[in-house]
């Protein structure tokens, strides 16, 4: 067994929005970093879009937030409607922030500007290599890594597994995945908009009868449709004509937590700790908290912190998201009530506004990567 000297790097697997996070945040705290993704080239999908203020806060000392800002779209407002009659509108213009308004950027375009911001600080992103599996020693770790076919070992200090919602390093850490997953298939669609009654600063929830579908814009002309009918364009919005179809797919949703963050040589981060409904699109936002969060730790040797940190966050976000999302996808006459009058007149009242606005921008959030 090799001898651990400081010099071996942190080994991180999963070059997602939240490896690249991790890989940033170290290497800007001086810490030794190698970072590997199983693909061969950055995934093109959309997936992930929103970004919210703390995020922006989050990754201004990298400089990311200022490329983000250039390349992002900024929703500034949401509107709850019943056949074009408006239910409930917000002025996210009004969320207790400097960045009072959520970023609209695609998955693929933040994974570059992470990875370009990587690369900027002398650390590449080394696509085609595969974690095959690792041991943990009291020396550190060794992982067994696959790459044109062939097998090295790498001496690791430690292993950041950032490999998503299906992690290998979470099942070699012998970790647990428990929650549960809803029947239902929702489904998306990236589109283009010829006719739309609503500006393009304006996020959009149709009540449907038998769910909701939704329109977050994405730039003007262009967004995001999602709805938790399996084909998203069967349930087209009231008043928009489609005029082109870009990436679409379906998703189950499902709500699972590890126990534990950390174990032995071993720390998760995003989807292989946690994965949850996309309402709110809080997803990739925690997953990078995460992944800043345990930076800091390792940077002030605090990271016996992690999993007590970071497990209440998810366990919010979860809760968070289940709730809204069981809300307004089975509805029954309490949830309409809830919906239709409810909710509007506790949205006129100054404080709950505002723990609202506060819940949506993603503020509520305890902050541990400061
Ligand atoms: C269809 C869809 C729509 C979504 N929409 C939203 C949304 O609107 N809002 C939102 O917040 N979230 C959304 N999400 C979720 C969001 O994409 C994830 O939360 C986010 O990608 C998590 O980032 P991550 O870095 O943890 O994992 P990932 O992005 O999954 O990245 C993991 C990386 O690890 C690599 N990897 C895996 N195994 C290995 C291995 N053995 N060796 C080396 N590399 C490996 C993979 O190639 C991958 O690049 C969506 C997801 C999907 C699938």
Request: hydrophobic fraction near 40%; charged fraction near 20%.
């Amino acid at each position: 067994m090799k001898p651990m000297s400081n010099t071996d790097p942190y080994l991180v697997v999963g070059g997602g929005p939240v490896g690249l996070t991790a890989a940033l945040e170290m290497s800007r705290r001086d810490l030794p970093v190698h970072i590997i993704d199983d693909d061969f080239a950055p995934s093109p999908e959309s997936r992930a879009l929103a970004i919210h203020a703390p995020t922006l806060d989050m990754l201004e000392a990298s400089g990311v937030t200022e490329r983000l800002l250039e390349a992002g779209h900024q929703v500034r407002n949401m509107v709850v409607h019943e056949k074009g009659r408006v239910i409930l509108s917000i002025p996210l213009s009004d969320i207790p922030h400097r960045y009072n308004f959520i970023l609209s950027l695609a998955q693929s375009q933040t994974e570059q500007i992470l990875t370009d911001a990587l690369a900027e600080s002398g650390i590449q992103l080394n696509y085609g290599t595969r974690l095959k599996s690792l041991s943990c020693h009291s020396a550190g770790a060794t992982a067994t890594l696959v790459r044109d076919g062939k097998q090295q070992q790498f001496d690791a200090r430690a292993i950041i597994g950032a490999d998503g919602s299906r992690s290998l390093v979470r099942k070699q850490a012998g970790i647990s995945f428990n929650g549960e997953s809803e029947p239902q298939q929702f489904g998306l669609a990236d589109i283009t908009l010829s006719d739309w009654p609503w500006p393009f600063d304006t996020a959009v929830a149709e009540l449907l009868d038998d769910g909701i579908v939704g329109f977050i814009p994405m730039g003007e002309g262009f967004g995001r449709l999602v709805s938790n009918r399996e084909q998203a364009l069967d349930a087209s919005p009231h008043g928009a004509r489609i005029s082109k179809v870009g990436w679409t797919s379906t998703f189950r949703v499902s709500y699972r937590q590890v126990e534990t963050y950390q174990r032995d040589c071993v720390y998760l981060a995003g989807d292989a700790a946690h994965i949850h409904s996309p309402a709110g699109g809080m997803g990739m936002n925690l997953g990078m908290a995460d992944a800043a969060t345990l930076a800091r730790l390792l940077a002030e040797g605090n990271q016996d912190q992690y999993t007590k940190l970071r497990h209440a966050a998810g366990q919010a976000v979860l809760n968070q998201t289940r709730g809204n999302t069981r809300g307004m996808t089975r509805r029954g006459v309490l949830t309409n009530l809830m919906i239709r009058h409810l909710a509007p007149l506790a949205l006129s009242i100054g404080p709950i506004r505002r723990r609202a606005l506060k819940g949506l921008a993603g503020l509520d959030l305890p902050i541990t990567w400061r």
